[in-house]
């Protein structure tokens, strides 16, 4: 689970240092593989994370698929990250499995504040092996309101959780108008704590907010600002930007090469979510999201994997490289 992926971080230095490759775990409980030998050309840097959330499915496998929490998201990308690196013996190509993607990214952020350029970077999330070019950003918001301590039976009464729930039907009315295509928003937590029968003195309110643009997020911000009431405060409790590259990039192109080689057809989507993308890409020069297995089945009580379609991306992975220099050598 995230915060406690010390055993899994062990877990893979051990195994896979055994196997022959090199293995550490820095400072914040990243694990790093990579290959004996010298780089002489671009470093790619396969980028995947080793947290996952609760609650805890057993493992089984099962007519060629891997069932469990964590299957999909994220342990059959990095897999297939660490497959690639260990049959190409390429030393150029480094793995990275995070701690901290599913709660504060503190294993990306880390490499953001400690990390002057990541050259040619690849997101390990599951996309059914086609290429990811973007991701919504996200508000972590929460809004308190304040009322006044009474019997229910009070008939006028200054009550938080009113408020909130006023707030709610407001929040859903203006992501209407600014369109549910560029901005979602989710209540996920509400919170006030008084007995059964007298009136809450405060109430909060959590919301998840996922986004298409950040003049969205500014507008749908400013237009909830106006019209709370002045009981109720808003504070920003998390932001990540959202985050978009081009098909014609020279790492997005070089990867949708690799997936023709393995006689696939190459698919470009856009995800509603996050994910370590958005935090690194202010420090990288080429950056892409991609990996095996179905999203829509991360965090589910029916999350697996197909383990043919690890293989299949480990394949995609080992030639990105040669296909990146061919490209660049034609430029």
């Known amino acids: ?192 704590r008084s007995m059964s029968n007298v009136v809450p003195s405060k109430g909060q309110l959590l919301y998840d907010i996922r986004f298409s643009e950040e003049k969205i997020a500014n507008e749908l911000l400013d237009k909830l600002k106006s019209m709370i009431p002045t009981n109720c405060s808003i504070q920003k409790i998390s932001y990540l930007p959202p985050v978009e590259v081009k098909p014609s990039d020279i790492l997005v192109q070089s990867l949708a090469r690799s997936i023709i080689k393995e006689g696939l057809k190459v698919n470009y989507i856009k995800k509603m979510g996050t994910s370590d993308m958005n935090v690194l890409y202010p420090i990288t020069e080429h950056i892409v999201s991609f990996g095996p297995g179905d999203s829509k089945l991360s965090h589910t009580p029916k999350e697996k994997i197909n383990i043919k379609d690890i293989m299949v991306a480990s394949s995609i992975l080992r030639s990105l490289p040669a296909e990146f220099s061919r490209i660049k050598s034609r430029a």
């Open 1 to 192: 689970m995230s915060g406690t992926e010390q055993k899994v971080a062990e877990y893979i230095k051990e195994k896979f240092g055994a196997l022959g490759l090199k293995t550490r775990i820095d400072e914040v409980g990243n694990v790093i593989l990579e290959q004996d030998g010298v780089c002489d050309s671009e470093v790619f840097y396969y980028i995947s994370h080793i947290d996952t959330v609760k609650p805890y499915i057993k493992p089984k496998i099962l007519d060629d698929f891997v069932y469990g929490r964590g299957a999909v998201d994220a342990k059959g990308p990095l897999l297939a990250m660490i497959d690639a690196l260990y049959e190409s013996r390429n030393p150029c190509i480094k793995v990275y499995g995070l701690v901290g993607e599913e709660s504060d990214s503190r294993g990306a952020r880390y490499l953001l504040e400690n990390t002057k350029k990541l050259s040619n970077v690849v997101i390990g999330e599951p996309s059914n092996n086609q290429i990811c070019i973007g991701y919504r950003g996200r508000i972590l918001l929460r809004i308190d309101c304040k009322g006044q301590n009474q019997h229910a039976a009070t008939s006028s009464q200054v009550n938080p959780i009113q408020y909130l729930t006023n707030i709610i039907l407001l929040m859903e009315k203006i992501a209407d108008t600014l369109g549910q295509d560029k901005v979602l928003v989710t209540p996920t937590k509400i919170v006030s």
